[in-house]
């Protein structure tokens, strides 16, 4: 374990802004991860459960324990249909989905490029180009950090949505995760649904072609944290209801929908915010993606404050023009713990 105090949140959040912490330790153990918490409790002290800092937004200097989860170890075993992986929950994400790859394991190529850690996977349960992390998930471990007791929780038992499961509501507070178990069928299906993997040919398409594909796009799209700062998609795509999509259909026949399973419409909410014509939108330090509108980027020095004025604009704008009010995917955490961040940007 490594802790420092008053220490710079710089290297610690993807938006790369200059927050401070009272004291930040990288923790490499459940047993560690859970004596922290609790003397962070006895002394009134805050506490922040981070992977990555890949869908964090810092308000402020935090006021207390910024706990980094560092838990390693991927191990592998097989039965006649599947493979089964366990895995620490401070892996690195995108280097998990090389390494099966390199081990002959599919399945994991379509959630290329993802930051962050394996362990926060399932809290919004990542998504991108045709999956989402629920498709491969067998179970997620989680600690109870008042008394060190353990739980696996059931892919069901997760309650997985679209940005959403368990961990961010029942299991947010109190709670950490500290592995995640994943089941890859050994007979590979590949999926093609999303964006420029329809031109892949099925019959030939090999796994490394998805990944390659993947990230060919990612690359082309998304601005590359360690250049730029930003935290992936700002908002969630809105999901409406199917007769207020019709209407919008008629005025807008080429936006961008896509049909939900219960019948609702979920909407590209870069298409909207691009409609508006806010790319390279700027407020202080803070600016709209010229490449992909749902990205909020730094591009000189932003403070939490600006990026959060940006997002007011944002959300103002698409709200006034189509009446959807947009939501951050993006957590936002002040001195003392998260806040709700449609009420910070309303
Ligand atoms: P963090 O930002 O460190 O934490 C996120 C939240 O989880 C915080 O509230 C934190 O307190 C909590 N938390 C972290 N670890 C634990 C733990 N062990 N136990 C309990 N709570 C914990 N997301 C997608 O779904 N699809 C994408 O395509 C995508 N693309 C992205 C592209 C870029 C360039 C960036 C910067 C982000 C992108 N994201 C995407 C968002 C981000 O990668 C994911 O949300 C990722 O899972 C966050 O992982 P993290 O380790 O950085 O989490
Ligand atoms: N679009 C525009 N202008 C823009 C941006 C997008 O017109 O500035 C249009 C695109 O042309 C396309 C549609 O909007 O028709 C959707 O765009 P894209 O394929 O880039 O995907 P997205 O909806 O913006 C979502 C996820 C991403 C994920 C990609 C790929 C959310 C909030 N975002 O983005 O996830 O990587 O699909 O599957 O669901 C993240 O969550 O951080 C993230 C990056």
């Not at 922040?48 to 810092?58: A, D, K, T």
Request: hydrophobic share 40%; with cysteine; aromatic share 8%.
């Amino acid at each position: 374990m490594s802790c420092h105090t008053h220490s710079s949140l710089q290297p610690w959040n993807t938006f790369n802004l200059n927050a401070r912490a009272a004291q930040i330790s990288v923790i490499n153990d459940r047993e560690t991860l859970c004596q922290l918490w609790q003397e962070s409790r006895v002394a009134q002290q805050p506490v922040l459960i981070l992977g990555e800092g890949s869908n964090v937004l810092f308000l402020e200097d935090f006021s207390g324990h910024v706990l980094i989860n560092r838990i390693q170890g991927i191990e592998i075993s097989e039965t006649e249909e599947n493979w089964h992986l366990h895995i620490g929950a401070g892996e690195n994400w995108h280097q998990l989905v090389e390494h099966t790859l390199k081990t002959g394991i599919a399945g994991l190529e379509n959630l290329a490029l993802i930051p962050g850690c394996a362990g926060s996977a399932p809290i919004q349960n990542i998504g991108a180009y045709g999956i989402e992390f629920n498709r491969v998930c067998e179970y997620v471990d989680i600690v109870e950090l008042s008394t060190g007791n353990t739980m696996r929780m059931s892919s069901a038992e997760c309650e997985f949505g679209y940005r959403d499961s368990i961990f961010k509501h029942r299991y947010q507070e109190g709670y950490a995760i500290v592995a995640v178990g994943l089941i890859l069928a050994k007979k590979w299906k590949p999926i093609l649904s999303y964006g420029d993997l329809t031109k892949l040919d099925p019959a030939s398409v090999t796994p490394q072609h998805v990944f390659d594909a993947v990230c060919h796009m990612r690359r082309s799209k998304l601005p590359d944290p360690k250049v730029t700062g930003n935290a992936g998609s700002f908002f969630k795509n809105p999901v409406i209801d199917a007769e207020k999509a019709q209407a919008l259909l008629q005025y807008y026949p080429s936006m961008p929908h896509y049909p939900q399973a219960d019948g609702s419409m979920k909407l590209a909410a870069g298409w909207l915010i691009d409609q508006c014509h806010l790319k390279g939108l700027r407020e202080g330090g803070a600016m709209v993606h010229q490449q992909q509108a749902l990205v909020l980027i730094n591009v000189e020095d932003a403070t939490g404050n600006d990026v959060v004025r940006l997002a007011h604009e944002v959300r103002t704008q698409v709200g006034n023009k189509f009446d959807i009010w947009l939501e951050p995917e993006v957590r936002f955490i002040c001195a003392t713990g998260e806040v709700n961040a449609v009420e910070v940007i309303a």
